[in-house]
């Protein structure tokens, strides 16, 4: 079988794959990869429109099609791609059934938690220094001490969270 059109990988080979490339975005281009900032940049649009005279908008972010913007549409596009040859591509508002078993059906409930979570993980890698992927996987390619606290902070929260969630929920895969 073409190794591109597996379900899933191993994760040593993803994880080799994706240091290779954040290897090559630092020693060719000197940026990592990072998405957050393309949001960033991309809400300078709206931003300035709403606001056009606020300082934040016209001096601290930079309102532009960056680096980031390219890393984001590229981390998309792969994804659906990778998805695509997987033949696992599919549209959907709820995930598969652990979750449904958990939190229940409810759309409203996962985007609420959804949000929740990613503005609480967003703002705990901004503390630390950087985006969460940037932080994670190109500080620590870097060997950046923020990205290893980072690191721990987010499993020492995400494991037991997990644990207190799901110990109790039989679920098959």
């Known amino acids: 079988m073409n190794p591109l059109k597996r379900p899933a990988w191993s994760p040593c080979l993803a994880g080799a794959g994706l ?18 900032g393309a949001w960033l940049q991309l809400s300078g649009y709206v931003g ?50 652990q979750w449904q078993d958990v939190f229940g059906p409810r759309v409203a409930v996962r985007f609420a938690l959804a949000f929740l979570g990613s503005m609480l993980t967003e703002i705990a890698g901004g503390i630390a220094g950087g985006c969460t992927a940037s932080l ?26 997990a644990w207190l969630i799901y110990r109790r929920r039989p679920w098959k895969s």
């Open 48 to 97: 300035r429109w709403l606001i056009p005279d606020s300082l934040f908008w016209t001096r601290v972010v930079p309102a532009g099609i960056g680096w980031d913007v390219f890393v984001l549409l590229g981390g998309i596009g792969g994804a659906f791609v990778s998805a695509r040859l997987s033949g696992t591509f599919r549209l959907r508002l709820m995930p598969d059934r």
């Open 136 to 161: 994670a996987v190109s500080g620590g390619a870097a060997l950046v001490p923020a990205a290893f606290l980072f690191m721990f902070g987010m499993f020492a929260g995400g494991i037991p969270t």
């Open 19 to 36: 240091g290779l490339v954040v290897a090559v975005s630092m020693a060719l281009f000197g940026h990592r990869l990072s998405g957050a």
